[in-house]
């Protein structure tokens, strides 16, 4: 693999470090920038943010590079790269692949991951998350993924609809996983 095809984590800048979204791979917009989560899918997640800040954020933050952000794979996938768009499971759950999705999401208390891949790569790794970490799944960000969501004709702006309907899904999900995680400690 050619190193120009990994992209640097956005962790070391991260400043709230609690909360963790977790992506498939970068691709072809990431590459130009060099940045996580660039393009379309980074401002949905800008969105997503706005949406779920009242529920799951408390702290103040300027943007999505506020927070700890990486992907199940680092390596860059786009069709006409190497026609993939997301890494084989058999690459995630690589040995050094998985110690630094752990050392990335070490600090993690709410870990959000967006995909089928993302999804995988945290099954991989649970058993070796900070205690009582929650883990909340949702589809990925990208509007191949958003515009299967569907929605009543008349609405105009579709992308930040659907978004919503993702929003309040993990929050949600946040919802349940606080309210089984304080069953299990009354019942210790």
Same mark, same amino acid.
């Given at each position: @693999? /050619?190193?120009?095809?990994?992209? /640097?984590? %956005? ?9 963790? !979204?977790? !992506? ?5 917009? +990431? +590459?130009?920038? *060099?940045?996580?989560?660039?393009? @379309?899918?980074? %401002? ?22 506020? !927070? ?6 680092? #390596? /860059?996938?786009?069709?006409? $790269?190497?026609?993939?768009? &997301? ?6 759950? #690589?040995?050094?692949?998985? &110690? ?18 993302? *999804? ?20 990925? $960000?990208?509007?191949?993924? $958003? ?34 995680? %304080?069953?299990?400690? &009354? !019942?210790?």
């Amino acid at each position: @693999m /050619v190193e120009d095809q990994k992209i /640097v984590n %956005c962790d070391d800048k991260a400043r709230i470090k609690r909360i963790a !979204f977790v !992506f498939s791979c970068p691709g072809q917009e +990431e +590459e130009k920038t *060099k940045k996580l989560v660039s393009g @379309m899918t980074g %401002c949905n997640l800008e969105k997503l943010l706005k949406n779920i800040k009242d529920e799951i954020i408390k702290e103040d933050f300027k943007d999505r590079y506020d !927070f700890t952000i990486t992907n199940s794979h680092n #390596e /860059v996938h786009y069709k006409a $790269l190497n026609n993939r768009t &997301e890494p084989l499971n058999s690459k995630i759950k #690589e040995v050094k692949n998985l &110690e630094r999705l752990i050392n990335e999401l070490k600090e993690a208390e709410i870990i959000i991951c967006f995909g089928k891949k993302s *999804k995988y790569a945290l099954s991989q790794i649970k058993n070796q998350l900070k205690e009582n970490t929650k883990v909340l799944h949702s589809r990925h $960000l990208g509007l191949m993924s $958003l515009n299967q969501i569907e929605l009543e004709k008349e609405i105009t702006n579709k992308t930040d609809e659907r978004i919503k309907i993702v929003a309040q899904k993990i929050i949600d999900d946040y919802k349940q996983k606080s309210a089984e995680q %304080c069953l299990s400690i &009354e !019942f210790v």
